[in-house]
């Protein structure tokens, strides 16, 4: 077995050379259209993605559903689609940044709202342009404890199950657990790029995301998503989010996540009920930012002017670095705050909204670590580009306390976020976008957390040893890599230790 799947690799990583050598484009800078498109393959298998959790193996509809059912939008373009004249690029940037974050930020909301707002964010009906989903979201297994596969796509909206915010998380009359559930939406250029990776999709290629083996491993410039991030919240609970956007969804029937994860699998039960868009994620890939990318998002605010709830979105803040180098003692004066602000020039921060939704007794807070941007239903101790600069795969821990080094260490980001900078500022990095964050990783895949995490889930599915498909290339290096990363980290105990007659041990 071990055999053939080195077989495979060489073979694999043959042709690719092959192909490329004739191509090779003759500039070093960030791959142009021409070449994206010339070494794109054209040959792709598209409309084999479920579109939700256990499509087709009880996991439909009931009989007496009438209402729409989700569908995945998956004919990526195999044509890289030409750059539009986005909005936000009429916004000058200065040192890697917007001159007008606030404008930026709302360029990015009108677009990814243009003509999907109308067709309920079935975006597939949408008018204006095109608009995709990411495969292998169906199946997911997000939330660390949860039993393998049930936070997946429900058959409503397409929504995943996320973060569960404890009691307290929004205000204080949230008592109990909430449930988040969100769904992300792709604009045809970082559509294109889903769909070199998985253009065979029982053999999907991480390092095709740039169909160009020599640039980094990148999305085009123009790349866009927008997330909606639903909570089970409810006006009782949080009283801002009074007439925000209300969705069906097929969601799960008990509340407390431990009660769930003690299993039996039936505590998942899920039945259709409501919940309330509380928050927008926008992200775009332009070349003009210091990593690459800029995060910025919004969060719901039933006090605010504006007849719709679309127009009710407050804008609470954009980044498009880390600030790598500011420590938490440097910005902020203890583990709660206050926080300086003006010490983190890679972002801005909406402060009204800071005092409008983060006054107790509502703590609908958008800080992260340090007092970097993290949207309100995010882990408070991280940031989003904290978090989406880890993206690749195999996916690795995205906070310092959820990596081994960080339990070795006992960090503790809720007591003293301010100890062992070393390793925690390395979660608050400015990964250049295409590049991996880790050197335990493979592959990057330029910031996008679901591409990541969608192949983690086909990991979970098709590499299993008992599969009876052919076994898929990433599988085959998954397998070489636990295995080498279990001799690297066994050689670190035995090395330079002299065995017998003085002779080096050998891990194993
Ligand atoms: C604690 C880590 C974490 C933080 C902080 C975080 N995200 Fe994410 N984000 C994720 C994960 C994990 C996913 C993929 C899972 C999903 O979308 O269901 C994701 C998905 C997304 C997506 C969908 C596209 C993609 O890259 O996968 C967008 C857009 C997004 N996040 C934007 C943001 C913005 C904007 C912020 C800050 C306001 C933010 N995120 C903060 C972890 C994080």
């Not at 790029?193 to 999907?204: E, H, I, K, R």
């Not at 902020?332 to 006054?359: F, H, M, S």
């Amino acid at each position: 077995m071990k055999l053939f799947a080195r077989l495979s690799v060489v073979a694999v990583v043959g042709i690719l050379g092959y192909a490329s050598e004739a191509l090779l484009p003759t500039s070093a800078a960030a791959t142009s259209d021409a070449v994206r498109n010339t070494l794109a393959r054209k040959d792709c298998k598209r409309g084999t993605f479920k579109d939700y959790y256990l499509q087709g193996e009880g996991g439909d509809p009931p009989a007496d559903y009438k209402g729409r059912v989700y569908k995945l939008s998956q004919d990526y373009p195999t044509e890289l689609p030409a750059k539009e004249a986005y909005p936000w690029l009429k916004i000058p940037f200065k040192d890697g940044g917007p001159v007008d974050p606030a404008a930026y930020l709302r360029a990015l909301l009108e677009y990814g709202l243009e003509g999907n707002v109308a067709v309920d964010f079935y975006v597939e009906d949408n008018k204006t342009r095109k608009w995709y989903g990411s495969p292998w979201m169906d199946w997911n297994t997000e939330v660390a404890s949860d039993w393998p596969g049930t936070d997946g796509r429900e058959f409503v909206h397409g929504l995943t199950h996320e973060f569960d915010s404890a009691g307290n998380t929004f205000g204080e009359k949230q008592l109990e657990f909430v449930d988040t559930w969100a769904q992300a939406y792709v604009n045809d250029r970082y559509a294109f790029a889903l769909g070199q990776v998985y253009c065979d999709p029982d053999d999907p290629k991480p390092g095709a995301l740039n169909p160009d083996p020599t640039g980094l491993n990148t999305m085009p410039d123009g790349a866009f998503v927008i997330k909606l991030l639903f909570s089970t919240v409810t006006e009782a609970e949080l009283p801002t989010v009074k007439g925000a956007l209300e969705w069906d969804a097929d969601i799960f029937v008990n509340k407390s996540p431990h009660f769930r994860n003690e299993g039996p699998l039936s505590r998942y039960e899920r039945r259709i009920g409501k919940v309330r868009l509380i928050q927008i994620d926008l992200q775009v890939r332009d070349e003009r930012s210091t990593t690459g990318w800029l995060l910025g998002t919004y969060g719901y605010d039933g006090n605010a002017k504006g007849e719709t709830p679309w127009a009710r979105m407050t804008p609470l803040g954009l980044q498009w670095g880390n600030n790598p180098k500011v420590t938490f003692a440097e910005s902020c004066k203890g583990p709660n705050g206050p926080c300086d602000y003006d010490k983190l020039t890679e972002q801005w921060i909406n402060r009204q909204a800071v005092k409008d939704l983060a006054t107790p007794p509502l703590s609908f807070n958008h800080l992260g670590f340090g007092g970097r941007l993290a949207g309100p239903v995010d882990n408070p101790k991280s940031s989003c580009m904290g978090c989406h600069q880890t993206a690749g795969f195999p996916m690795v821990p995205i906070l310092a306390e959820f990596a081994p080094n960080g339990s070795v260490l006992k960090l503790d980001a809720e007591k003293q976020p301010e100890t062992a900078q070393g390793l925690r500022m390395t979660y608050f990095g400015n990964v250049p976008g295409g590049s991996v964050f880790s050197d335990t990783q493979l592959y990057s895949s330029d910031y996008s957390l679901q591409l990541a995490m969608g192949l983690q889930n086909f990991a979970s599915r098709r590499c299993a040893k008992d599969a009876t498909l052919p076994r898929p290339m990433l599988c085959v290096q998954l397998a070489e890599w636990v295995r080498l990363q279990q001799k690297a980290i066994g050689a670190v105990q035995v090395f330079g230790t002299p065995g017998v007659g003085g002779a080096p041990i050998k891990p194993e």
